[in-house]
């Protein structure tokens, strides 16, 4: 198998990996799901960011990704990222609060659909990661949405605690940028007051999706 420090840091840079580990990992899959997605030379998960730069540069082919255990049906509608990537929006059901994004692949879908937990990819670790299971600040599935181009998902969840490492609420409390156009910029009191409130800024944002 590809470890992940020796495929970075010998197998890829010398570009054999392809050869002597992926196409054995390729022969793991199993006969009809012989697809060809938009994903890297690697196994599950893609845990080689080396090589996903050089496959979304055509430097190396992609090869048949690992079989998940998503249904068919969905993993047709996707559109993933160079890295077999999409990003995943979770927002807090019952008020809006869009909590964090983080990137999913068919697997961590998969498993978000079927365990009721919120599970991402991990790009920095290289690894799934189910949220809370570190910290106890689980989000529990409410449900799953796939936008109008497949090529991101919103996950309503039950949000145990908080959302953000750094122990806000959400991953954007309190990072506002200042507008310098529009109602934000001339009324900069309201708008503040405005953002305040996750449950204001829903609304806010809302009002302004259709035009
Ligand atoms: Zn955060």
Redesign the pocket.
Known sequence: MCRRQVCRRQVCRRQVCRRQVCRRQGRQVAPGSQRRLARPAHGAGSHCGLAAGLAAAGRIGWVTAPASALDPAIARQLKRDGAGLFPAVAQQYDTGEVL?VGWMDDEALHRTLTTGRATYWSRSRSEYWVKGDTSGHVQWVRSVALDCDGDTVLVRVDQVGV????GERT?FAGRELPVEAGPAAAAPAAAAAASAGDRDSVTASTRGAGR
């Open positions: 964090m959302a953000c490492h750094t991953c």
